[in-house]
């Protein structure tokens, strides 16, 4: 889920799907990628199909007016980073840590920030979010970033909900808007 927008139109909120390439492959990619632009999908972050093995499929996805989203770590050299940003769309997520999803945060918002704007520097018109240990206790010092994902803290927070017998969809609710006043 994305708690600070990346500028689309006035009132847009993107809708950004994530998964695994054996999925498209199965659905058929040609069919995929159509069903995904007829249900309002806006961008695909598919997590095991890198580049440049990916070229064909975003080619595919740019056609359909969907924005696919290239991945780069902290391991990304430079040289691979520059033709990772060189060919994406307009979006590229920055994995901020080495870790598996869910997991604490092993590295500081500063260490993070620097490498953001290390990577931001090679081309400031793409946005770039920050994903991987995103929470409500490090979201506000990220807020500089044009996009934060915040994924298993949702998670997390609905078994809860399911398990205390209460509203997930409430919860949830107002754990994003609790999230988005730690932006303002």
Not at 7 to 34: H, R, W
Not at 51 to 75: A, D, G, R, Y
Not at 120 to 138: D, E, M
């Amino acid at each position: 889920a994305f708690v600070k927008k990346f500028k689309k139109t006035k009132d847009a909120k993107p809708c950004i799907l994530m998964g695994y390439y054996n999925s498209v492959i199965q659905y058929g990619e040609n069919q995929f990628i159509k069903k995904c632009r007829k249900v309002g999908v806006d961008g695909l972050i598919i997590v095991d199909l890198p580049w440049p093995e990916n070229k064909k499929f975003s080619i595919k996805c740019k056609k359909n007016s969907i924005s696919f989203v290239q991945l780069i770590s902290p391991t990304t050299s430079t040289y691979r980073m520059k033709r990772i940003i060189k060919n994406s769309h307009d979006m590229i997520y920055y994995i901020s840590m080495l870790s598996t999803t869910g997991g604490k945060l092993k590295v500081s918002p500063r260490e993070i920030l620097k490498n953001y704007n290390k990577i931001k520097q090679i081309n400031k018109s793409k946005n770039l979010v920050i994903g991987f240990g995103i929470t409500s206790k490090t979201i506000s010092s990220l807020k500089q970033a044009d996009g934060l994902v915040v994924g298993s803290a949702l998670c997390k927070e609905i078994s809860k909900s399911l398990k205390n017998r209460q509203n997930p969809v409430t919860n949830v609710g107002n754990m994003v808007k609790n999230l988005r006043r730690k932006l303002s």
